[in-house]
């Protein structure tokens, strides 16, 4: 049965216009895209939402039928398709896309079809899930295959490609490419000298520079940030691996073990600490701590991060797509995802977390280089201890002194009974109470906003207590082993309540050994919720806090008493994380016995009478300042030895089951699935490999994955190049643009693996191409034909990445401080940012700019909050680090504009530059040509010159007859001979720093 | 700098030597993706967002019946297993709280409005509420991020972002896509915001909202560096323009020109936004009706009344954020600080801007990321309470162009719990506000790995009954 065609002969007509007759239409390239743009929502791989049992995804549609009784694609005749008839129809009840379908086909796109099917609607599978071939080429001389392969397309398009750039700008180029800045003016004349481009890339890639420089995209990727996310953004120390990163850049470790260690280096055979170092890779996704929030819930979202940055670095998909349902346009099920999922999804992690620096799973790693220091701290530890023992065994008749006050105060019945509560309860479910041997108790569980602990006690005895004593006791169990669990270690203390036999009994004063000015304790028995007792964050304690009552209480043997500790002011989480309640008998104002000196004296216990003395007696102060100052140094040393870093590591025991998601929602499970890889990809994985990372992180780099090759590659094509051979570095799937050389791609992607995954070796390659090194003057014409410089006629060009705008000014100043790793550091930024969107119970309310080198180091090492990135990086396009980033946008904007001209780094280093060119020549037409030179790293041109001569001249003018702005604008630098000058050249700067020149690489 | 020498000064500017044809490239007024001049009835917004999540029972969601109730637990039937969060999920009873605010009827329309909110009662009759508001996280975080981008996850663009996108700037020398931020002085430890609320997403960072901060430069980097002139600059800059155009003649690369204009569009800039900031040319009627915080830098009071000069200015979408708004605990002595930072503002703004004919082609939006529970967190007593989350109802109130005035939209269940009439999920909202920005939500896409990202993503619905 045939139906009428009314349009059909008219996008014939139209056919042989616009498209040239010659080559036949390639399904991939030209019909796909189509169809998977404008059919696949409703007919592709997703059977969710699957229409009319018709999915055009697939190769089976060439032998089906309509309900109609034509034949969907009936092959050489599109008259007879009903897929052709569908998209011409004028029929609103047939036509497809229906009409109200947000995207509607033009008529070449109809045509494109018609003539597909004419051609004999050859099928082809997604080329990017196919194997990688590698071309044969026909190999010119010495000529790379890379830019035989390029030039052979410009040839079929008679295209013209462009000379060499002169060598100094090539060189430019290539140190901003790989290093991310540009050389420095004896390095070009180096260079210049020898014109040896082999020997200046080696040099390049061998700068420690390189790392660094190749970690940014790398950091971009992998989501890596210096704060947890999230609503409370907390610090989080992972900048180990950050360093991991940068040595295995320079290290050259191979692209496959570089993939094998970060994926799963805790499952190769006896990891090494780098190994496992590597791993944070997946824990660099961000962590909630927001109260309230569900834990499986958010434990959920870091394994579907996993996977989403996983498939996107690696393979380029987007899987995150078929979280909710089935990939619309990839063949990749829900069911495929969540096999992905399982690999990820079974280490020992908490949803809700992000307090501390790291969450579990985590490694304390030693750092290099420190045991000397720690050492001379250890010694002077020793010999002021030793100093203060002898002094306390040396004043004997204090000692008896001291004794007999003790035992005077014994002897008045004035000590401590610490008690050992019989039950523990918070108001709130949740929360739990482990009494420790000590009879301290510790508080975990649940965390809620705000809560009161409730500690129940029979009465051991005929008593009269006068008073409760309140200590709050470090454990490691909290934050940065400090007295709470809080994000800071500090607690608040609303109120402190006693009960006897359920009647309270009022306090009359307190007091404590540790408080802050506007929290002392004697808010803790004021009644008013919102007011109480609090230490400040980071305290070790113990703090102790005496609470003495109005009146004594006299206890019976089994009288009831409960102390009630109430935390309801507005801090939140700000509970005492382990405590100890003690019960004082008689009068404290007479002095106090503590619980230990109580059971020396009762045991005659001389050793820790001495100690007591030792860490009591007023005459031993000085001493034990000097201990206490000795000891807080080597314990700093100590802590500044290691850092902590998240890992990957396997739970014990059985692995965690994983279900699909309905939905990709956490509390909608469906069916059990196990770990597998997509079944569109070859190869499937060995039937007895054990599922686990590992053998996925192995599949990713066997020779015959399709994606991983071509994936990195393109990437690498991108950073130099500006543009990947895919465009859409993100998605190589359906939806992504095809690659404008598919052979090219794929002789780099075999060049890849064949040279044993070595990227230095294929960075020089690339950057000691014709094409690389051609110059990037746009021709008229060239603009016209090919405006994205897709066919490499021309040299690249595009703008320096955010790191590199501001590493290099910092350079050209002198003031780049070039020390590798170590903990983040806070450069300058405008001040008020942190502070105007900052929550109270944070870590990262204030920013406070470090002083000295750590201003200056280069930009990788600036701490990242995620909530408030650096402006200056944001603002030139560098991602956000939420979720994983592999392509940069480039903007140009009034901002950056901004930044450049008045950001006090950008104007400081200006004025740096002017003053070292200055220093270091005389003339000024010299130290114009100078500045220049070491700016542009080419040489002034004779208008150049006469443009900054002008400009020059003007200035000085200026602030000669201006003397105090000459002032204003060197002030930051010491001792100016001559600030007009000085101002003047700074103006000069400003003007070099803000070039076009200066901000593109070209 | 007064309004006589700073038009002097931007009349300068211009003639700076730049070449013309790039600056004149630049400076049309752009038309964004929708590729159209706005079309909607609204051409600017004004979002008045509430971070935190304001208590709708306490100020618009009036229930009179759960006074009957006071201290009863909510029946089972009525939270129909809906999740909670982890700070209320323990409790081993939900106590009704009824609010103790009052509330009467107000204006023509007879709308109920609480007590606590005198000045917005007042031009109630100007007002659509949205009583029927609903959305899905119950968490801050995730919640506020949906409500701003359309995505519990981070990473998409927010909703100025994509009218920015869609409409293109409005203005000459301004940010098209401005962003102010306040601390409510109900509740001192308020929920954090974070960067990405305004952020781009995928779409180019020329979208992305510029912060007006509330000390130092209004806008980051805006000064120049000590003993630096206006006319040192300005030759610099005519140096920078001369050196540029000379790449561009041996080069030819439009990227250049571009550059050439944007730094033209930042010294103009640098003149504009101090004289937008500068609130000397008010007078004192002004601050009468804005209240007198409104003089204070970084106050609610003083953005309300810097969003209508920016509006003024024809910037496309101003965004506030006002913190401060999750009573867990002792909600009745918090809101009212709230309540006081941002009632008499908020009206203020609206009559001001419908006075000066601005409400025409502006549309205002009140409202936080979710609602809080009937029930109460922590102690009831007569005087005091606490409400936990609750995603599944609350009240948005919106003004000016295209809207219907005067109108309550939805209803909830007696426990302003659930939805009974008429739900509006943020994605139908949202889809009828770009509706009324001229913009199909449809149709406004950007495509990002390989799919076409909507802000409503596949969802939303437009709400006729909230249209004019």
């Known amino acids: 049965m045939k139906r009428p065609y009314p349009f059909y002969s008219f996008y014939i007509v139209l056919l042989t216009v616009s498209l040239a007759a010659g ?6 390239q030209d019909v796909l895209p189509i169809l998977s743009d404008y059919c696949f929502q409703c007919h592709g791989p997703d059977q969710g939402s699957r229409k009319a049992d018709l999915r055009l995804d697939d190769v089976a549609v060439l032998e089906q039928e309509a309900d109609s009784g034509m034949e969907i694609i009936a092959t050489g005749d599109p008259d007879a398709s009903e897929l052709i008839y569908r998209v011409t129809t004028d029929d609103s009840d047939e036509v497809m896309p229906p009409p109200d379908f947000a995207k509607q086909l033009d008529d070449s796109q109809k045509a494109i079809l018609a003539r597909w099917i004419s051609e004999g609607a050859k099928w082809e599978k997604h080329w990017a899930f196919e194997p990688v071939i590698r071309p044969g080429i026909v190999s010119r001389g010495d000529q790379d295959p890379i830019d035989h392969l390029i030039n052979r397309k410009l040839e079929e398009q008679s295209i013209q490609p462009n000379p060499p750039a002169p060598p100094a700008i090539w060189f430019r180029r290539a140190s901003l490419d790989l290093t991310g800045l540009p050389p420095e003016p004896e390095e070009v004349d180096q260079f210049l000298s020898d014109l040896d481009f082999d020997g200046a890339v080696e040099r390049l890639l061998n700068s420690h520079r390189y790392g660094e420089r190749m970690a940014w995209d790398w950091l971009e990727a992998s989501r890596y940030a210096d704060t947890h996310g999230y609503q409370k953004d907390n610090l989080r120390s992972m900048w180990a691996w950050r360093d991991w990163v940068v040595s295995a850049y320079n290290q050259n470790l191979r692209f496959d073990q570089f993939t094998i260690e970060q994926l799963a280096g805790d499952l190769l055979p006896n990891p090494s600490t780098s190994q ?81 620096a790291t969450s579990s799973p985590d490694l304390q790693i030693k750092l290099r280089g420190r045991g000397k220091l720690i050492a001379a701290k250890a010694d002077e530890l020793r010999m002021r201890e030793t100093e203060l023992n002898k002094a306390a065994a040396s004043q004997t008749a204090e000692f008896t002194k001291w004794e007999k006050e003790q ?56 008593l009269e207590i006068q008073s409760v004593r309140l200590e709050a006791l470090s454990h490691e169990s909290l934050t940065h082993q400090s007295l709470s669990r809080s994000f800071n270690g500090d ?125 009591t007696s007023e005459t031993l102060q000085d001493l034990r300042q000097a201990r206490n100052t000795a000891r807080a140094q080597f314990t700093a040393a100590e802590k500044a030895a290691v850092t902590r870093v998240m890992i990957m590591r396997e739970r014990e025991g059985e692995p965690r089951e994983t279900r699909i998601l309905n939905r990709g929602l956490y509390d909608q499970p469906g069916e059990i699935v196990t770990a597998d890889v997509p079944k569109f990809l070859t190869p499937s994985l060995p039937p007895s490999a054990p599922r686990n990372r590992l053998t996925l992180a192995k599949w990713l780099v066997s020779p015959e994955h399709p994606l991983t090759a071509r994936v990195a590659v393109n990437r690498f094509w991108q950073q130099l190049f500006g543009t990947g051979i895919v465009k859409t570095s993100e998605d190589f799937g359906r939806q992504g643009e095809r690659p404008i050389h598919p052979q090219l791609l794929d002789y780099l992607a075999s060049e890849f693996v064949s040279s044993g995954w070595d990227t230095k070796a294929f960075l020089k390659r690339l950057v000691l191409t014709e094409a690389y090194r051609r110059s990037s003057v746009i021709s008229r014409e060239s603009a016209e034909r090919d405006p994205g410089n897709r066919l490499l006629a021309r040299g690249p060009r595009h703008r320096l990445p955010a790191p590199a705008i501001r590493d290099q ?49 280069r930009s990788l090492y600036t701490l990242w909050k995620r909530g408030v990135p650096p402006p200056n990086m944001i603002l030139f396009d560098a991602a956000a680090r939420e979720a994983c980033t592999v392509k940069r946008q480039s903007t140009n904007t009034p901002l950056q504009a901004l930044v450049t001209l008045n950001d006090p780094t950008f104007s400081d280093s200006a004025l740096a530059l002017a003053a070292r060119e200055t220093r270091n020549s005389g003339e000024d037409s010299e130290v114009l040509r100078n500045m220049w030179r070491r700016v542009q790293v080419r040489d002034l041109a004779g208008k150049e010159l006469s443009i900054l001569r002008t400009v020059l001249k003007t200035q000085m003018g200026h602030y000669q007859s201006n003397h105090d702005l000459a002032v204003q604008r060197t002030a930051s630098v010491d001792s100016v001979p001559d600030p007009v000058r000085l101002a003047a050249f700074t103006e000069l700067a400003e003007i070099l720093l803000n070039l076009d020149t200066t901000l593109t690489n070209y | 700098m007064n309004q006589h020498t700073r038009r002097q000064f931007l009349g300068q500017g211009s003639r700076l030597g730049i070449g013309a044809m790039a600056l004149e490239s630049l400076l049309r007024r752009e038309t964004g993706a929708a590729g159209t001049p706005p079309s909607g009835k609204a051409r600017r917004v004004i979002y008045l967002c509430q971070s935190g999540a304001p208590s709708q029972i306490d100020l618009f969601d009036y229930k009179p019946s759960l006074e009957k109730r ?40 007879g709308q109920t409005v609480s007590e606590l909110l005198p000045h917005i009662a007042s031009i109630s009759d100007q007002v659509c509420y949205i009583k029927s508001m609903h959305t899905e996280a119950i968490n801050h975080d995730p919640a506020i991020t949906f409500l701003q981008t359309g995505a519990e996850q981070a990473g998409r663009p927010s909703f100025g972002s994509w009218v920015s996108y869609g409409l293109g700037s409005g203005n000459d020398d301004l940010p098209s896509f401005v962003v102010l931020l306040s601390r409510g002085s109900g509740r001192p430890n308020c929920q954090p915001l974070y960067d990405r609320l305004w952020g781009s997403g995928f779409l180019p960072s020329k979208h992305q909202g510029v912060k007006f901060l509330s000390s130092g430069d209004p806008v980051l980097y805006l000064k120049n560096p000590p003993g630096v002139s206006d006319k040192t600059r300005e030759r610099n800059l005519e140096a920078i323009a001369n050196l540029n155009h000379l790449h561009h003649e041996s080069y030819g690369d439009a990227e250049t020109l571009t550059r050439i204009a944007q730094y033209e569009l930042a010294h103009r800039m640098q003149a504009s936004v101090p004289g937008v900031a500068d609130l000397s040319d008010e007078p004192e009627s002004t601050f009468k009706r804005y209240g007198p915080r409104a003089r204070i830098r970084g106050t609610y009071a003083y953005n309300c009344l810097l969003a209508r000069r920016l509006i003024e200015r024809d910037v496309r979408f101003v965004q506030l954020f006002h913190m401060g708004w999750d009573q867990h605990n002792a909600l009745p002595k918090q809101i009212r600080g709230q309540c006081a930072d941002t009632d008499q503002p908020s009206a203020a703004l609206v009559k001001d801007l419908s006075e000066r004919g601005l409400l025409d082609d502006t549309l205002v939006i009140w409202g936080g990321e979710f609602g809080r529970t009937v029930y109460s967190q922590g102690a009831l007593t007569e005087d005091n309470y606490g409400r936990d989350h609750h995603p599944r109802c609350f009240t948005i109130w919106m003004a000016g162009a295209g809207v219907k005035a005067g109108h309550c939209h939805g209803v909830t269940d007696d426990f302003s719990y659930n939805v009974v009439k008429d739900p509006v999920h943020i994605h139908d909202l949202n889809a009828t506000i770009l509706h009324l920005l001229g913009m199909e939500h449809e149709k ?24 004019a």
Request: charged share 25%.
């Open chain 1, 23 to 28: 080559e036949p239409l390639r399904f991939n």
């Open chain 1, 276 to 356: 496992l170092i590597a791993t944070g890779f997946n824990r660099n996704h961000r962590i909630n701590a927001e109260a309230g929030a569900i834990d499986e819930e958010f434990r959920t979202e870091y394994v579907i991060d996993r996977v989403d940055t996983t498939s996107t670095v690696w393979m380029g998909l987007t899987a995150g797509c078929a979280r909710c349902h089935d990939h619309k346009f990839d063949p990749l099920t829900q069911r495929e995802f969540f096999e992905l999922f399982a690999f990820f999804n079974n280490i020992e992690e908490k949803g809700s977390d992000g307090v501390a």
């Open chain 1, 407 to 462: 035992k005077h105060i014994l002897e008045n019945g004035n000590h401590w009974i610490v008690i050992e509560p019989e039950k523990l309860t918070g108001d709130n479910s949740g929360s739990t109470f482990t009494l420790l041997p000590d009879s301290s108790i510790l508080f975990g569980g649940a965390n809620p906003l705000n809560d009161t602990h409730r500690v129940s006690i029979h009465s051991p005895g005929h």
């Open chain 1, 491 to 615: 607690f608040l203390l609303s109120d402190m309540n006693l009960l006897l036999n359920g009647n309270p009994v009022k306090f009359g004063s307190a007091t404590a050994t540790m408080e802050t000015e506007t929290n002392s304790v004697k808010h803790a028995i004021d009644g008013q919720s919102l007011t109480g007792w609090s230490v400040g964050g980071g305290q070790k304690g113990p703090a102790i806090a005496t609470f003495v009552l109005t009146e004594p209480i006299i206890l019976k043997i089994d009288d009831e008493l409960e102390v009630q500790l109430a935390y309801l002011s507005r801090e939140e989480q700000y509970f005492i994380g382990r405590f100890r309640i003690s019960l004082g008998t008689g009068r404290p104002d007479a002095g106090e016995v503590s619980q230990s000196i109580y059971q020396a004296l009762t045991e005659r216990d001389n050793q820790s009478l001495l100690r007591e003395f030792r860490e």
């Open chain 1, 809 to 857: 000014v910092l350079l050209f100043g002198g003031l780049l401080v070039e020390k590798i790793g170590g903990p983040p550091v806070r450069p300058w930024q405008p001040a008020g940012l942190w502070e105007a969107v900052a929550g109270v119970n944070s870590n990262t309310t204030k920013y406070v700019p470090d002083s000295g080198e750590a201003r200056f180091r």
């Open chain 2, 70 to 109: 006071y201290n009863q637990d909510l029946p089972d039937s009525v939270r129909d297993g809906q999740r909670l969060t982890t700070m209320s999920s323990g409790q081993e009873r939900f106590p009704i709280a009824p609010g103790i605010f009052k509330f009467k009827r107000h204006g023509q329309s």
């Open chain 2, 444 to 467: 406004l896409t950007f495509r990002y790995q390989g799919r076409d990202f909507r802000l409503t993503d596949v969802h939303g619905k437009i709400v006729k009954g909230l249209l």
